[in-house]
């Protein structure tokens, strides 16, 4: 299992420009998202899909776009790049199910896109 | 809304000492909390899951603790060793969206 992948691994992009992240899972689950982190603020979720077909905002959606076409990928768009979407993106994948009574999701994270807006 | 917090931000102990990092979180009606490792430049590490009807989970030298009522839980490192050097994040799901909300995280340096 490659787990969760996202590509590229940096990117330097300058004002007003588009581009997409890619982030796809070999592990067959549901729930992807993806959050950004900055400095001082932790991670914050941007948008979210609980299953092909299906996304939902997530607490910072400004500026981001995502589909979700199959269960293996779910790509993030940026629009048009402004300096306060400099940060790192990271891509999680989800293990869902009940034990003992309870319902459990394991997020399972990629290694993360570091982009700079100029 | 669910807060959770980390304190204090970092942390810096000799080798061989047993340490306890704290999280605590707002809103009990939680799922699972979830204890992530992140070395610098890297992404998370999921150490351990506690759902919410457990009271503990035990990896190794980890282990960690959840009072879901008083809305705390602890990650017990024993041994600590200067390849435990990480910032450790917590993190609660809570919702029938199942959102994930984090700590800032705490950034722990073990001296050799």
């Known amino acids: 299992n490659a787990g969760v992948t996202q590509t590229p691994k940096f990117q330097v992009l300058k004002t007003g420009q588009s581009m997409t992240l890619q982030c796809a899972q070999d592990?067959?689950?549901?729930?992807m998202s993806w959050y950004r982190q900055d400095p001082g603020m932790g991670l914050r979720l941007i948008h979210y899909?609980?299953?092909?077909?299906?996304?939902d905002q997530g607490e910072v959606p400004n500026g981001y776009n995502v589909s979700r076409s199959t269960t293996e990928d779910f790509p993030l768009r940026l629009l048009s790049a402004a300096p306060s979407q400099t940060s790192v993106y990271f891509c999680?994948?989800?293990?869902?199910?009940?034990?003992?009574?309870?319902?459990?999701?394991?997020?399972?994270f990629g290694p993360g896109t570091r982009l700079t807006v100029l | 809304k669910q807060e959770v917090t980390q304190i204090p931000a970092a942390l810096s102990v000799p080798e061989g000492e047993n340490l306890v990092l704290n999280c605590s979180f707002t809103?009990?009606?939680?799922?699972?909390l979830q204890w992530f490792r992140q070395d610098p430049g890297k992404g998370l590490t999921s150490l351990l899951l506690?759902?919410?009807?457990?009271r503990e989970q035990t990896s190794g030298r980890l282990n960690a603790s959840l009072d879901k009522s008083s809305g705390r839980s602890t990650l017990y490192i024993a041994a600590s060793q200067p390849g435990d050097s990480a910032t450790y994040l917590c993190?609660?799901?809570?919702?029938?969206?199942?959102?994930?909300?984090f700590g800032k995280g705490i950034t722990l340096s073990v001296r050799p």
């Open positions: 999680a994948s989800s293990r869902t199910g009940t034990s003992g009574g309870g319902t459990y999701n394991e997020q399972f």
């Open positions: 592990m067959n689950h549901e729930y």
């Open positions: 899909s609980v299953g092909a077909g299906i996304t």
């Open positions: 809103d009990s009606a939680i799922y699972n």
């Open positions: 506690i759902q919410s009807s457990q």
């Open positions: 993190a609660v799901l809570t919702g029938a969206n199942s959102k994930l909300t």
